[in-house]
Each structure stands twice: as C-alpha cells, then as structure tokens.
C-alpha cells in the first residue's frame, strides 16, 4: 500500500509540473528533437547499423580487428560488441567529430584537439590490454533484419535521450545545480558554455564521461549492460580528467 502511494504522488507531482511549466518544458523538448534529427540520427544510424553488421555477421578472432571495431563503434554501439565490463568502459568514448565541435565552440581547436586526444590515448591503451576474444555463433542476418534492428535501437537510443531531456528541464525548474551538466551530453555540453569558472574541468570530464543517458541509451540495447559500469567509467574520467588538466 505505501508503494502505491508513493508512486501515486510521484506520478501526480510529474504531471503538475508538466503541466505548470509546459512551456519550457516544450521548448527544451522541441529542440532536443530538433537535435535528433539533425545531429544524432545522421551520425548514429550508419555507426549503430556496422556495428550491428559486425556483431551478427562476422567472428572477430584478432585481437587488433577487435580494437580497431571497438575503437571505431563509439557509445552507445560499442555495448554491441563488447564482451566484459572492461571492454565497454574504455571503448565507451563520443564520436570524435561530436566531441571537437561541441568542445571548439568553448575553447580554440587546438585545446579541443587536446582534450579529445588525450582521453582516446590513456582509453585506446587499456582497452588494448582488455580485449578477449571468444568465438561466437554467426548468423548471418540478411540487410531488411539489420535494418530493423538498427532501427529499433535508434528508437530506444532516442526514446531515453528525450526522457533525460524531460528529467533535465524538471530538475532545471527547481535546482540551479553543476552535477546537471553529467545527465545527458548535449544538454550538458550547452550549459557549460555559460559557466564562468571551471569550465575546462567539466568540459573535460563530460567529454570523458558522456553523460547517464549514455549508459542508459547502451541498457536499451543490450540488456547485459551492468550499471555498477557507471561508476567504474566515473572515477576513471575524473583521474583522465586530471592528466588532461595537467598536460593542458
């Protein structure tokens, strides 16, 4: 009964706000998806459909084939392919090309290019030493399946994008707090762009970190993904974070 209860109130207090800040609710909303459609499905869609080509198609016996896959998936795809915790912490990176406009927006290229670097190096190089190989099953799945599937992740991917999105401006309307910046990329990314201090350092650890929604979009894909995974991938941003600042 007291579980009832409070998921009764929670469930009415969302809709209150939804309905009482509609508004900027609907704005923050209508450019996320302006965001979708733009930026993520263009970039995501190819990435998400190779890896998933990849991971049904073709058993990957070399070790450096794996790395260079894996290095190449980016989050969320790279969940596809990974075989333990591992693999999927330190091939869990953003698309480059993502990561150096956002990032080049804030500081000059070659401060981006720096920040990019050196979190793909000290990743790559554990990565390396994490990799397994294990033979697997091949089923050869023709294009319309890999089309569905790919297709069916991207909905999940975007479908948890928009609810961290809907969670963010929520938490917006009654908190003026940094830690927001760490739930979902782009969003995060926007906000730092008007801080006046530290703005390096969270750059910085977000372009490390990628974000909750990150790790969610990967647990829509593959329900294997462990979150203790979250924190694991956390603390070593932070300590990537602080050879970057030092080199920088």
Same mark, same amino acid.
């Given at each position: ?106 500081? %000059?290229?070659?401060?981006? &290019?720096? #920040? ?5 190096? =000290? $990743?790559?190089? @554990?990565?390396? *030493?994490? /990799? ?74 977000? %372009?490390?970190?990628?974000? &909750?929604? #990150? ?5 829509? =894909? $593959?329900?294997? @993904?462990?979150? *203790?995974? /979250? ?18």
């Amino acid at each position: 009964m007291k579980k009832i209860v409070i998921q009764f109130i929670l469930i009415f207090t969302i809709l209150f706000v939804l309905f009482k800040y509609n508004y900027e609710i609907k704005v923050n909303l209508y450019n996320t998806l302006i965001n979708i459609m733009r930026n993520i499905l263009p970039s995501m869609f190819p990435i998400l459909f190779i890896t998933n080509y990849i991971n049904e198609n073709i058993n990957i016996k070399n070790k450096v084939i794996k790395f260079i896959s894996l290095s190449l998936s980016f989050s969320p795809s790279n969940i596809l392919l990974s075989l333990n915790n591992k693999e999927i912490i330190f091939s869990s990176n953003i698309n480059t090309l993502f990561s150096f406009i956002m990032l080049k927006q804030m500081f %000059n290229k070659y401060t981006a &290019l720096k #920040i990019i670097m050196v979190n793909l190096i =000290i $990743n790559y190089i @554990f990565l390396f *030493k994490s /990799i397994i190989i294990e033979n697997k099953k091949i089923t050869n799945k023709d294009i319309s399946y890999l089309i569905k599937k790919t297709t069916e992740g991207m909905i999940n991917i975007c479908g948890t994008i928009v609810f961290f999105n809907i969670i963010i401006s929520i938490f917006n309307i009654f908190f003026k707090s940094k830690i927001i910046v760490f739930a979902e990329i782009c969003n995060g990314f926007n906000i730092i762009k008007k801080f006046k201090k530290h703005k390096l350092f969270y750059a910085t650890l977000l %372009n490390s970190f990628g974000g &909750l929604s #990150i790790y969610f979009q990967m647990k829509s =894909i $593959n329900n294997n @993904f462990k979150y *203790k995974i /979250i924190l694991y991938k956390f603390i070593i941003s932070l300590l990537i974070t602080c050879i970057t600042l030092l080199i920088i």
